[in-house]
C-alpha cells in the first residue's frame, strides 16, 4: 500500500508506484466511471505556453469567503500579476463572483454535474486545460479528491501544490492517488484548526515569510434592493442546507419578536424551503416581519446585510458573507466540526461579531449526531442554545458597532 512521510521542510510526500497508479486498490466505483475521460482530457495535446496560476477553490459561499483574505497574498507569493491568476470555483456563488474576486480572474463550473456526469466532466476537463496555467495550487483541508484534487491533475500545470487534506479510510486511496502526484504537499495543521490559520501557514510555507490570519472585507455589490433601508432592519436567516445546523424557527419567531418589540423591523431571508414552515412565516409577517424568502438574489442579500442594523445567521455561508461585510452579526453554531470554521479564533474575530454555542460533550462528531432521533430536526447542541442567550449577543453586537 502506498505510503505518506513527511519531511524536515514541513512537507508530506506521498510515495506509489506506477504499476499501483496503474491498477490502484481501494478506489470507489465512481472514479473508475471517471477515468477514462479524465486521462483522455489530460493526455489530447494543447497548443500554447503556459503561464499565471490557477486556484482550485471548489468552495461553497463560506469556506470561499474564509479564504478570500489569503488570496490577495497569492501574487507576492508566487510572483505574479493578480490579473495573472485564476480562481476555479463553483457555479453556485457565481453572481457575486465580480464583487468577490475584483481584479482575478475567475472560471466556475457546475459542481453538481461535474461529480456525476461523466460528459459534463470531460467538457470541463478540456477547458480547465484550457486555462494553460503554469502553477496551480488547491489548499482546501476538508475536500473531495473527485473534486478539487482531480482538477489539479487534470490542469496538467508544470507546478501543482495542494495542502494535505482531512483524509479517511474511504477517501485514503484517491488522496493518496492524487497527492502522490503533486510537487509539494503541505501540511496546515491538525484537525481541528481553524480555516483561517491552514490558509495562512499554507503561504507562509510557499512564500517564506509569516502570513497572519486575517478576515476577508468587502464592499456590497450596488444593486437595487427589494425593501426601503429605512427605518432601521434586521435580516434573520434563519435556513441551511442541512436541517440539523437550523436553529429552531421558533426561536427565531420569539428573537423575531423581541427585536420587533425594540424598534427594528425583522426581515427572513434565505430559501424558503429551508426557512421554517410557511404557515409560521406568514404568523410572523402577520406580527410585523417582511418576508423575502426566494426573493432576493445573492447580490441583492449583500446589499441589504451591508445596511442592515443586524443579522442573525446559522452555520451557513450568509453568515461569512455577513461578516465580511462588516455587518453586526451573531452566529448560531453547533459542534459538529466546532473551530474548523467556527466560531473565528478570538484574534480574528471582529468587535462586532459574536458565536453562540452550547457546550456539549460530543462536540466534533462531524455531524453524524448519535442524539438526534429525526434527520429533519435541529442537532441538539444548536436547538439547546436560548433565545435570551442569542437576544444578548445581539445586543452586544449593535452596541459595539
Same mark, same amino acid.
Given at each position: 500500500?502506498?505510503?505518506?512521510?513527511s519531511?524536515?521542510?514541513s512537507?508530506?510526500?506521498?510515495?506509489?508506484?506506477?504499476?499501483w497508479?496503474?491498477? @490502484?486498490?481501494?478506489?470507489?466505483?465512481r472514479w473508475?466511471l471517471?477515468r477514462l &475521460?479524465d486521462?483522455l482530457?489530460r493526455m489530447i495535446?494543447?497548443?500554447?505556453?503556459k503561464s499565471g496560476?490557477?486556484v482550485?477553490?471548489?468552495d461553497?459561499?463560506g469556506?470561499?469567503?474564509?479564504?478570500?483574505?489569503?488570496?490577495?497574498?497569492?501574487?507576492?507569493?508566487?510572483?505574479?500579476?493578480p490579473?495573472?491568476?485564476?480562481?476555479?470555483?463553483?457555479?453556485?456563488?457565481?453572481?457575486?463572483q465580480?464583487?468577490?474576486?475584483m481584479?482575478?480572474?475567475?472560471?466556475?463550473l457546475?459542481?453538481?454535474?461535474f461529480?456525476?456526469?461523466p460528459?459534463?466532466?470531460f467538457?470541463t476537463?478540456l477547458k480547465?486545460?484550457?486555462?494553460?496555467a503554469?502553477?496551480v495550487?488547491?489548499?482546501?483541508?476538508?475536500?473531495?479528491?473527485l473534486?478539487a484534487?482531480?482538477?489539479?491533475?487534470l490542469?496538467?500545470?508544470?507546478?501543482a501544490?495542494?495542502?494535505?487534506?482531512?483524509?479517511?479510510?474511504?477517501t485514503?486511496?484517491? &488522496?493518496?492517488?492524487?497527492?502522490s502526484?503533486?510537487?509539494?504537499?503541505i501540511?496546515?495543521?491538525d484537525?481541528?484548526?481553524h480555516?483561517l490559520h491552514?490558509?495562512?501557514r &499554507?503561504l507562509?510555507?510557499v512564500?517564506?515569510?509569516?502570513?497572519?490570519?486575517?478576515?476577508?472585507c468587502?464592499?456590497?455589490?450596488?444593486v437595487?434592493v427589494?425593501?426601503?433601508?429605512?427605518? @432601521? &432592519?434586521?435580516?434573520?436567516?434563519?435556513?441551511?442546507?442541512?436541517?440539523?445546523?437550523?436553529?429552531p424557527f421558533?426561536?427565531?419567531a420569539?428573537?423575531?419578536?423581541?427585536?420587533m418589540?425594540?424598534g427594528?423591523?425583522?426581515v427572513?431571508?434565505?430559501?424558503?424551503?429551508?426557512?421554517? @414552515?410557511?404557515?409560521d412565516?406568514?404568523?410572523?409577517?402577520?406580527?410585523?416581519?417582511?418576508?423575502?424568502?426566494?426573493?432576493?438574489t445573492?447580490p441583492q442579500?449583500m446589499?441589504?446585510?451591508?445596511?442592515?442594523?443586524l443579522v442573525?445567521?446559522?452555520?451557513t455561508?450568509?453568515?461569512h458573507?455577513?461578516?465580511?461585510?462588516?455587518?453586526?452579526t451573531?452566529?448560531?453554531?453547533?459542534g459538529?466540526?466546532?473551530?474548523?470554521?467556527?466560531?473565528y479564533?478570538?484574534n480574528?474575530?471582529?468587535?462586532?461579531v459574536?458565536f453562540?454555542?452550547? @457546550?456539549?460533550d460530543c462536540?466534533?462528531?462531524?455531524?453524524?449526531?448519535?442524539?438526534?432521533d429525526?434527520?429533519?430536526?435541529?442537532?441538539?447542541c444548536?436547538?439547546?442554545?436560548?433565545?435570551d442567550?442569542?437576544?444578548?449577543?445581539?445586543?452586544?453586537?449593535?452596541?459595539?458597532k
Amino acid at each position: 500500500m502506498p505510503e505518506a512521510a513527511s519531511d524536515a521542510a514541513s512537507l508530506t510526500t506521498f510515495k506509489t508506484s506506477a504499476l499501483w497508479r496503474l491498477w @490502484p486498490s481501494g478506489m470507489r466505483r465512481r472514479w473508475w466511471l471517471f477515468r477514462l &475521460f479524465d486521462a483522455l482530457a489530460r493526455m489530447i495535446p494543447l497548443p500554447g505556453e503556459k503561464s499565471g496560476v490557477l486556484v482550485v477553490r471548489m468552495d461553497g459561499i463560506g469556506d470561499m469567503m474564509l479564504f478570500r483574505s489569503a488570496l490577495d497574498h497569492y501574487a507576492d507569493a508566487f510572483g505574479v500579476a493578480p490579473s495573472d491568476i485564476t480562481v476555479l470555483g463553483c457555479e453556485s456563488w457565481a453572481s457575486i463572483q465580480d464583487t468577490v474576486f475584483m481584479g482575478y480572474k475567475v472560471v466556475t463550473l457546475n459542481e453538481h454535474r461535474f461529480a456525476k456526469n461523466p460528459f459534463y466532466r470531460f467538457r470541463t476537463a478540456l477547458k480547465v486545460r484550457g486555462l494553460r496555467a503554469k502553477i496551480v495550487v488547491n489548499d482546501a483541508y476538508f475536500r473531495r479528491a473527485l473534486m478539487a484534487d482531480s482538477l489539479v491533475w487534470l490542469s496538467k500545470a508544470d507546478t501543482a501544490i495542494s495542502s494535505l487534506p482531512y483524509i479517511s479510510e474511504r477517501t485514503k486511496s484517491e &488522496f493518496t492517488y492524487y497527492l502522490s502526484q503533486v510537487d509539494q504537499v503541505i501540511p496546515t495543521g491538525d484537525y481541528p484548526t481553524h480555516e483561517l490559520h491552514r490558509h495562512a501557514r &499554507f503561504l507562509s510555507v510557499v512564500s517564506g515569510k509569516t502570513i497572519a490570519p486575517s478576515v476577508a472585507c468587502l464592499t456590497a455589490p450596488d444593486v437595487a434592493v427589494p425593501i426601503e433601508t429605512d427605518p @432601521p &432592519f434586521a435580516i434573520l436567516v434563519p435556513g441551511c442546507n442541512e436541517p440539523g445546523r437550523r436553529w429552531p424557527f421558533a426561536d427565531y419567531a420569539s428573537l423575531a419578536k423581541k427585536l420587533m418589540a425594540d424598534g427594528l423591523r425583522v426581515v427572513l431571508a434565505g430559501r424558503g424551503s429551508e426557512v421554517g @414552515p410557511a404557515q409560521d412565516r406568514a404568523a410572523l409577517v402577520d406580527a410585523g416581519a417582511i418576508d423575502l424568502t426566494d426573493k432576493t438574489t445573492l447580490p441583492q442579500l449583500m446589499a441589504l446585510m451591508a445596511r442592515a442594523t443586524l443579522v442573525v445567521s446559522n452555520d451557513t455561508g450568509p453568515a461569512h458573507v455577513s461578516i465580511a461585510l462588516g455587518a453586526p452579526t451573531v452566529v448560531i453554531v453547533g459542534g459538529g466540526h466546532f473551530g474548523s470554521f467556527v466560531p473565528y479564533p478570538i484574534n480574528s474575530t471582529p468587535e462586532t461579531v459574536r458565536f453562540v454555542h452550547h @457546550p456539549m460533550d460530543c462536540y466534533h462528531c462531524f455531524w453524524r449526531c448519535h442524539l438526534r432521533d429525526d434527520p429533519a430536526n435541529s442537532f441538539p447542541c444548536v436547538s439547546a442554545v436560548k433565545v435570551d442567550t442569542v437576544w444578548a449577543a445581539c445586543q452586544g453586537v449593535m452596541t459595539a458597532k
